[in-house]
C-alpha cells in the first residue's frame, strides 16, 4: 500500500500541538474520520496556516508512517474555506456542534461515508449563505438526515417495536433506550411525548431533497419539539453530552 494519497477533506477540528504544530480531524468520503498532524501550520509564514482552519473544504496531501501508523499532512489545496461561518458566532457554533456530532459518533461508522461527508458539506453551504433561520432549519435537517441514515434513529413512518403504521395526525412516543419512535399501544416508562407535527417534519428530513425540506417553516412548538426529541436521542440513546448542542439550542433567532 502507498505511503502517500491524496483524499478530499472537509476540517471538523484543529488543535494546537506543541508551539508550532496542528492536529487536524478530517472528514473524507472515503476513509470517514482520518487524523493528521501539519507540521508548521502554526508558524506565520507557513502556506498551512489558512488551508488548516476549521470547516475548510479541502484536498489533502497525506504520509503515512506505517511504522507509527501516523498521518503527517504534506500539502493542503483550498476548495472553499467558509470563512463566513468563523467570522459570525451563531454559524460558527452551528459549525461545532455538527462537527462535534460527526467526531463523536464516528461519522456513523461507515462503511460508505460519502453521505454524512456530502450532507455535512451543502449543509455547511446553507450555514454560510442563508439568514439564521434558514440555517436553524440546516441544522434540523442536518441532523435528522445523518441520524436517521447512521440508523441511530428509527423510521418515523411505523412503530418501532409493533410495525403498526401512523396515521399524519397520531402523537407518539420516543424510546430512547432503543432510539424508536412506538405507538402509544407499546408506551414504555419514561419515553418521550412527540407530536405528529414533529414525526411529519422528521418523515420530510427522509422524503424531499435537502433544498426542498429546507423551504418548511419551523414554529416555536416544532422547534422545541425537535430540541426535545433530539436532545433524548443525542444524551440518552448514544450518550453524548454536546455542549455545543445546549449553547446553539439557547441562541434565539429572531
Not at 3 to 31: C, F, M, N, W
Not at 68 to 79: G, Q
Not at 107 to 116: H, S
Not at 121 to 149: A, C, K, P
Request: glycine share 10%.
Amino acid at each position: 500500500m502507498s505511503r502517500t494519497s491524496v483524499t478530499e477533506a472537509l476540517i471538523l477540528r484543529a488543535s494546537r500541538v506543541g508551539e508550532y504544530h496542528k492536529q487536524l480531524l478530517l472528514l473524507t468520503p472515503d476513509a470517514g474520520l482520518v487524523k493528521a498532524l501539519a507540521f508548521g501550520a502554526f508558524k506565520g509564514k507557513s502556506r498551512l496556516v489558512s488551508a488548516s482552519d476549521p470547516y475548510s473544504h479541502a484536498r489533502v496531501h497525506l504520509y503515512r508512517n506505517p511504522v507509527r501508523d501516523l498521518f503527517k499532512v504534506s500539502d493542503i489545496e483550498v476548495i472553499h474555506t467558509y470563512e463566513g461561518l468563523r467570522n459570525d458566532l451563531e454559524r460558527s457554533y452551528a459549525a461545532a456542534l455538527l462537527s462535534e456530532v460527526l467526531a463523536s459518533s464516528y461519522a456513523g461508522g461507515g462503511p460508505d461515508y460519502r453521505y454524512p461527508f456530502g450532507l455535512l458539506r451543502r449543509t455547511l453551504w446553507y450555514l454560510e449563505t442563508g439568514d439564521r433561520r434558514e440555517g436553524r432549519r440546516g441544522v434540523f435537517q442536518f441532523l435528522l438526515r445523518f441520524l436517521l441514515h447512521s440508523g441511530f434513529l428509527g423510521a418515523p413512518g411505523e412503530c418501532g417495536r409493533c410495525g403498526t403504521g401512523f396515521g399524519p395526525f397520531d402523537e407518539v412516543l420516543f424510546d430512547s433506550r432503543d432510539g424508536e419512535l412506538i405507538c402509544t399501544a407499546c408506551s414504555v416508562e419514561g419515553a418521550l411525548p412527540v407530536s405528529a407535527g414533529v414525526r411529519r417534519y422528521m418523515e420530510g428530513a427522509m422524503k424531499f431533497p435537502l433544498s426542498q425540506a429546507l423551504e418548511i417553516g419551523i414554529d416555536d412548538s416544532l422547534e422545541q419539539g425537535l430540541v426535545d426529541l433530539l436532545r433524548e436521542l443525542l444524551q440518552g440513546t448514544l450518550n453524548l453530552q454536546l455542549k455545543s448542542f445546549e449553547i446553539y439550542f439557547g441562541i434565539p433567532v429572531s
